[in-house]
């Protein structure tokens, strides 16, 4: 049986997260664009690039980006949304071993939750020494990921709605234990209620401690820790977000 990434992100996947906003994508992109201080035209590696959200904003702030991500379905959908080719290459690959040769890119950026999928812990720490690999010396690097204590206390275990473009229904069911936050998703069509295709997703909890010890093991070096898109100080118990940024150390 294959890894649930690879089943769950195909074209379910562009409707399960339709909602999500482009517009938004950008901005959130400009601030953290402006943590790593970048000169224009700097080499950005976007690692997990999904649909193209964030490569483009990248993109359109001036730099010269890279999107790498396993899903062909997801690339598809962003080379759509890339027709006047403001991103540079958008890649097929394996974050674990990225496809490009060492000392590549000037940055690299992880966002949204793109990390932590690997049931060997061993692979989400592969992840980190291929992006000190690539990186250029002193390179910088942004992984935003979510914060394990607040995913706990705010977790919704339970939601559904219907797809207003396609009418299909979709059920999302959540849990955290273990060490992972679990989302088991259904699709169903009204028409064909026996038509049902279920995926999972699983992501695992790292604390932040987690990441100070892998990051300096990998060769890089944690600078600043925010908690959310507007840059404020991460807060373990109030925090959404671990928005971590640093460079390859010396």
Same mark, same amino acid.
């Given at each position: 049986m294959s890894?649930w990434? &690879?089943? !769950?992100? =195909? ?21 953290? #664009?402006?943590?790593? &201080? /970048? !000169?224009?035209?700097? @080499?950005? %590696? ?8 964030h @490569?483009?904003?990248? #993109?359109?702030?001036g730099?010269e ?6 899903? &062909?379905?997801? /690339?598809r959908m ?5 027709a *006047?080719?403001?991103?540079?290459? /958008? ?6 071993? %990225?496809?490009?040769?060492d +000392? ?31 990186l ?5 690097? /942004?992984? +935003?990921?979510?914060n394990?204590?607040?995913?706990? &206390? ?5 939601s559904?709605?219907? +797809?207003a473009?396609?009418?299909l ?7 955290a ?17 026996d ?5 999972? *997703? ?5 604390? %932040?401690s ?5 990051? #300096?093991?990998?060769g890089?070096?944690?600078q ?11 807060d *373990?118990?109030?925090s959404?977000r671990?928005?971590?940024? =640093?460079?390859?150390?010396?």
């Amino acid at each position: 049986m294959s890894n649930w990434y &690879e089943r !769950s992100f =195909g074209t379910d996947y562009m409707i399960v997260y339709r909602h999500r906003n482009w517009d938004q994508a950008a901005r959130e992109v400009e601030t953290m #664009a402006g943590w790593l &201080e /970048l !000169s224009l035209g700097a @080499a950005v %590696l976007d690692i997990g690039c999904g649909m193209g959200r964030h @490569a483009l904003a990248l #993109a359109q702030l001036g730099y010269e980006v890279t999107g790498i991500d396993l899903s &062909e379905a997801l /690339l598809r959908m962003a080379r759509e949304h890339n027709a *006047e080719e403001r991103i540079k290459s /958008l890649v097929q690959g394996d974050m674990r071993e %990225l496809p490009f040769a060492d +000392d590549s890119f000037d940055a690299t950026v992880n966002l949204f939750t793109s990390f932590g999928y690997f049931e060997d812990e061993a692979d989400n720490r592969r992840v980190l020494r291929e992006i000190r690999r690539v990186l250029r010396p002193q390179g910088v690097f /942004l992984i +935003d990921f979510m914060n394990p204590v607040y995913v706990k &206390e705010h977790l919704v275990p339970h939601s559904e709605r219907t +797809d207003a473009a396609t009418g299909l229904h979709i059920s999302e069911r959540r849990t955290a234990a273990d060490g992972w936050v679990v989302k088991q998703i259904e699709i169903t069509a009204q028409d064909h209620p026996d038509a049902c295709r279920s995926y999972e *997703e699983r992501v695992r909890l790292f604390p %932040l401690s987690w990441f100070e010890q892998a990051l #300096a093991e990998a060769g890089l070096e944690l600078q600043r820790c925010y908690g959310d898109y507007e840059g404020n100080s991460y807060d *373990e118990q109030r925090s959404p977000r671990m928005i971590l940024k =640093g460079r390859a150390a010396s």
